[in-house]
């Protein structure tokens, strides 16, 4: 059902405790835990940093933000890739236009946590990332 992007909800029978969150967190740690881990062990120490610092607020809707032009982006690179695949020549042959599309949101998004942050200056050019 997460495969297929399909709400869910796991309540307990008994108790009527909503227990979404820990099965999510249960799948997410069995597929950590087998040979393809998408988190380095520095990405999450730094996660674990996070907890109770003000900047965990930011940082969920940045996060979240981000995962969904990403699934958008490959959405759209899936939706190409119906039939012959001619979106991969692309890459060997220059900037991909959806790719490129998808580096662009994701830099405004960043450049646009930061400057909320107040890390970055929207009109001082001396700031990069």
């Known amino acids: 059902m997460v495969l297929d992007c399909t709400p869910i909800e796991v309540i307990d029978a008994k108790t009527g405790e909503?227990?979404?969150?820990?099965?999510?967190?249960?799948i997410l740690l069995e597929e950590e835990a087998s040979g393809a881990?998408?988190?380095?062990?520095?990405?999450i120490c730094q996660f674990i940093r996070?907890?109770?610092?003000?900047?965990?607020?930011?940082?969920?809707p940045f996060l979240e933000q981000n995962m969904q032009v990403f699934q958008n982006w490959q959405q759209r690179m899936q939706d190409q890739?119906?039939?012959?695949?001619?979106?991969l020549n692309s890459f060997g042959l220059g900037v991909n236009p959806v790719f490129a599309e998808w580096q662009q949101q994701l830099q405004q998004q960043s450049l646009q946590f930061w400057?909320?942050?107040?890390?970055?200056?929207?009109?001082?050019?001396?700031?990069?990332?």
């Open 81 to 87: 890739a119906q039939g012959n695949m001619p979106w």
């Open 115 to 129: 400057q909320s942050m107040g890390m970055i200056h929207p009109h001082k050019k001396s700031d990069t990332l």
């Open 50 to 60: 996070l907890y109770g610092q003000a900047s965990q607020s930011f940082l969920v």
């Open 37 to 43: 881990p998408l988190f380095s062990d520095d990405m």
């Open 18 to 26: 909503n227990l979404t969150r820990q099965i999510l967190l249960q």
